[in-house]
């Protein structure tokens, strides 16, 4: 096993193959891999890095095959704030600048229990907005807020800017916890996204 820091043995080709044969090995039949099940030995660290914009790395270099980087962010996993690519023989860490997926589609659906937004992520997969994959509100560089979706375990994705004015377009003010807060319904849950009054006083 690697220390921290070495490079993966079997680096970019090998955890490739790995990953693949993982995905076809699922016993679930379709769906994602169960990695949550997997414990392999940590062989280092991988050249991978994926940025702010959602774009995949690799050596410094975008990795162009969409197929490639859908198929690394099946095997994605977080432990102690670290991200981790893990196929059954091998976990390599990488480098996330801020989240792993971007959401960059929303759909707004619902019915007499109430609104669902839905996100499709820039790897295409699609998360309904609810209790278990709520919506988190950070301070953002700007002085703004940035919204965080989870997506799983312990991955998140960055809201979109344009999709962020969206859901500040469809926001309502409710009481929680005796404040009056800003925020969001969906799925059964709202998610509170600021301040009421600092709200008003912004717009």
Not at 164 to 189: C, K, Q
Request: charged share 25%.
């Amino acid at each position: 096993m690697a220390n921290e820091g070495q490079t993966s043995r079997q680096g970019l080709e090998g955890l490739t193959a790995a990953a693949t044969n993982a995905a076809k090995t699922n016993t679930a039949g379709k769906g994602l891999p169960p990695v949550h099940l997997w414990n392999p030995p940590f062989c280092g660290d991988l050249d991978i890095r994926i940025g702010s914009d959602g774009t995949w790395y690799y050596m410094g270099t975008p990795i162009g095959r969409p197929a490639l980087v859908r198929l690394f962010s099946t095997i994605l996993k977080r432990e102690d704030g670290k991200h981790f690519l893990v196929t059954p023989v091998e976990k390599v860490g990488i480098r996330v600048d801020d989240a792993p997926f971007l959401a960059v589609e929303m759909q707004k659906d619902g019915d007499a229990r109430g609104p669902l937004l839905r996100f499709r992520t820039n790897v295409d997969d699609w998360v309904d907005c609810d209790a278990a994959h709520g919506l988190r509100f950070e301070p953002g560089n700007d002085g703004g807020l940035m919204p965080y979706l989870h997506v799983r375990a312990d991955l998140w994705a960055k809201v979109t800017r344009p999709l962020y004015y969206d859901l500040v377009d469809m926001g309502e003010e409710r009481m929680v916890d005796g404040h009056p807060m800003f925020g969001i319904e969906s799925g059964g849950a709202f998610f509170a996204m600021a301040d009421a009054k600092e709200v008003r006083d912004a717009l």
